[in-house]
């Protein structure tokens, strides 16, 4: 949402108002806000086109998958019941031997079962069988398909967790450049440039035309991905999943865990939602002496009973204490479940729901839920199909407008106020903006520091801004 197309001068501005020329306290500020925006624009935008386009991809990730791994997750429908969920087992151990870990149950009769295995060799494979015969239809690493690799590069895993605490630093930058760009689109007193666009493709005014108009319609939404996407950073979302759910062994106060807990946490074994990521993995009691586990195919006729959303995985007990875990997270986030049993009496343990999360979990599992898309179906993909095409057009624009506007040496960095308190409220902000989200407040003091460094460098003329 920059406005760069203010030359290095500050009297030279394309978007002036046309009414009285605006007081100096009234310029200084505009000059700091611009700055500022300008800053915000140079460090986020290469980052949210990456966001913007592996978003795009992922919000299409069910139907991407099944194309591009059709022979894998589509199967022909067949009359009659499918394999019992031992037998499914049975076959994908054949094909890869190893110890079966997780079954994930078929979400539609087209689609196949996935036998998560820990293979003999040391590997994690994802086995996909088809329900009805038995058949294996191949194997592959799990979570290696196409979305899952998409996946990783929106949420920068690949890059380990210094590269994911930049998700972090964005997504508080992207909110200051969207508070800030409004500021600039503010109408004062002019016509063009608010709802319109204005001249040609050759003219910078089309383009920041283009800019201003294009922010107005998604900068809700920037700010909206921005704070839904907070929850998967390593600092922010830990701190506030622990301050959400970090009592009572990562469940929700007042939800009913008085069962013995195991050291193990929910996603170490399966995806889990946001909210579940710090729950504890029940255990039963020591069994008594010749006691017998029930088995998987009453596990899931258990699960069935207890009416778990079609499509739940179920993560199977690695010892004598262990639990069988289902668990589901389909489009709409109501019907999000996760219960555990014991192996033995097949009795829920925990049985944990949308509604058990406290009120700043269903918040934001609602807000995540929307941010991939999934909660009011087709139109929320197209919705923000459209948001994250805006967003690249935000990118190329601003990068058009600084091409045309910038000097020929330099960066064309918007000029400093005159008076250097112009700074002290869009510094209050900053200082604001750096409390709720520690991280993003560390790089503005950084981008502060090397502002003021810059600027002594280069020894420019006129008084020395002092904060």
Same mark, same amino acid.
């Given at each position: 949402?920059?406005?760069?197309?203010?030359?290095?001068?500050?009297?030279?501005?394309?978007?002036?108002?046309?009414?009285?020329?605006?007081?100096?306290?009234?310029?200084?500020?505009?000059? =700091?806000?611009?700055?500022?925006?300008?800053?915000?624009?140079?460090?986020?935008?290469?980052?949210?086109?990456?966001?913007?386009?592996?978003?795009?991809?992922?919000?299409?990730?069910?139907?991407?998958?099944?194309?591009?791994? =059709?022979?894998?997750?589509?199967?022909?429908?067949?009359?009659?019941?499918?394999?019992?969920?031992?037998?499914?087992?049975?076959?994908?151990?054949?094909?890869?031997?190893?110890? &079966?870990?997780?079954?994930?149950?078929?979400?539609?009769?087209?689609?196949?079962?996935?036998?998560?295995?820990?293979?003999?060799?040391?590997?994690?494979? &994802?086995?996909?069988?088809?329900?009805?015969?038995?058949?294996?239809?191949?194997?592959?690493?799990?979570?290696?398909?196409?979305?899952?690799?998409?996946?990783?590069?929106?949420?920068?895993?690949?890059?380990?967790?210094?590269?994911?605490?930049?998700?972090?630093?964005?997504?508080?930058?992207?909110?200051?450049?969207?508070?800030?760009? *409004?500021?600039?689109?503010?109408?004062?007193?002019?016509?063009?440039?608010?709802?319109?666009?204005?001249?040609?493709?050759?003219?910078?005014?089309?383009?920041?035309?283009?800019?201003?108009?294009?922010?107005?319609?998604?900068?809700?939404?920037?700010?909206?991905?921005?704070?839904?996407?907070?929850?998967?950073?390593?600092?922010?979302?830990?701190?506030?999943?622990?301050?959400?759910?970090?009592?009572?062994?990562?469940?929700?106060?007042?939800?009913?865990?008085?069962?013995?807990?195991?050291?193990?946490?929910? #996603?170490?074994?399966?995806?889990?939602?946001?909210?579940?990521?710090?729950?504890?993995?029940?255990?039963?009691?020591?069994?008594?002496?010749?006691?017998?586990?029930?088995?998987?195919?009453? &596990?899931?006729?258990?699960?069935?009973?207890?009416?778990?959303?079609?499509?739940?995985?179920?993560?199977?007990?690695?010892?004598?204490?262990?639990?069988?875990?289902?668990?589901?997270?389909?489009?709409?986030?109501?019907?999000?479940?996760?219960?555990?049993?014991?192996?033995? #009496?097949?009795?829920?343990?925990?049985?944990?729901?949308?509604?058990?999360?406290?009120?700043?979990?269903?918040?934001?599992?609602?807000?995540?839920?929307?941010?991939?898309?999934?909660?009011?179906?087709?139109?929320?993909?197209?919705?923000?199909? =459209?948001?994250?095409?805006?967003?690249?057009?935000?990118?190329?624009?601003?990068?058009?407008?600084?091409?045309?506007?910038?000097?020929?040496?330099?960066?064309?960095?918007?000029?400093?106020?005159?008076?250097?308190?112009?700074?002290?409220?869009?510094?209050?902000?900053?200082?604001?903006?750096?409390? *709720?989200?520690?991280?993003?407040?560390?790089?503005?003091?950084?981008?502060?520091?090397?502002?003021?460094?810059?600027?002594?460098?280069?020894?420019?003329?006129?008084?020395?801004?002092?904060?």
């Amino acid at each position: 949402m920059s406005d760069p197309t203010m030359d290095a001068t500050p009297h030279a501005a394309v978007n002036r108002p046309s009414g009285p020329y605006p007081s100096a306290a009234a310029s200084d500020l505009y000059r =700091a806000v611009w700055r500022w925006h300008f800053y915000a624009g140079l460090f986020v935008l290469p980052f949210l086109i990456t966001l913007a386009l592996t978003g795009a991809a992922y919000l299409f990730k069910d139907e991407i998958d099944m194309i591009v791994h =059709a022979d894998l997750k589509r199967v022909a429908i067949e009359d009659g019941a499918i394999l019992r969920p031992e037998q499914l087992v049975a076959s994908a151990i054949t094909a890869v031997p190893g110890r &079966a870990v997780r079954l994930t149950r078929p979400a539609a009769p087209h689609v196949s079962a996935e036998v998560t295995v820990a293979a003999d060799d040391g590997r994690r494979m &994802a086995v996909f069988v088809n329900p009805y015969s038995g058949h294996v239809l191949g194997a592959r690493p799990d979570r290696s398909t196409v979305m899952w690799t998409v996946r990783h590069l929106h949420s920068l895993k690949y890059f380990g967790p210094v590269a994911r605490g930049v998700i972090e630093i964005v997504a508080g930058w992207s909110i200051l450049l969207v508070g800030t760009g *409004l500021y600039l689109w503010w109408p004062r007193g002019q016509a063009g440039g608010v709802l319109s666009v204005r001249g040609t493709a050759k003219k910078r005014v089309f383009w920041r035309d283009t800019h201003a108009v294009t922010s107005v319609v998604v900068g809700g939404f920037i700010v909206f991905l921005a704070i839904t996407g907070m929850p998967w950073s390593n600092i922010w979302g830990g701190k506030v999943n622990e301050w959400a759910n970090g009592q009572n062994f990562g469940y929700p106060a007042g939800l009913r865990v008085d069962v013995p807990m195991s050291d193990q946490r929910l #996603s170490e074994t399966t995806q889990t939602s946001w909210s579940m990521e710090q729950a504890r993995i029940p255990k039963v009691t020591a069994p008594s002496e010749g006691a017998i586990p029930i088995g998987l195919d009453a &596990a899931v006729a258990a699960f069935d009973r207890l009416g778990l959303h079609a499509g739940y995985a179920v993560s199977l007990p690695s010892s004598p204490t262990g639990v069988y875990t289902g668990s589901v997270y389909p489009d709409d986030v109501s019907r999000q479940r996760v219960i555990h049993l014991d192996q033995y #009496s097949g009795q829920p343990l925990v049985d944990m729901r949308y509604a058990d999360y406290g009120p700043a979990g269903r918040w934001l599992e609602f807000g995540i839920n929307t941010h991939l898309g999934q909660q009011f179906g087709l139109a929320n993909q197209i919705v923000l199909l =459209a948001v994250c095409a805006g967003i690249v057009l935000l990118a190329v624009s601003a990068g058009v407008m600084w091409w045309k506007r910038r000097p020929a040496k330099g960066m064309g960095v918007p000029p400093m106020p005159t008076d250097a308190r112009a700074f002290r409220g869009v510094l209050a902000i900053l200082i604001a903006g750096g409390i *709720l989200f520690p991280l993003t407040g560390a790089s503005l003091l950084v981008m502060l520091a090397l502002d003021m460094a810059g600027r002594r460098l280069r020894g420019r003329a006129g008084p020395r801004a002092t904060l």
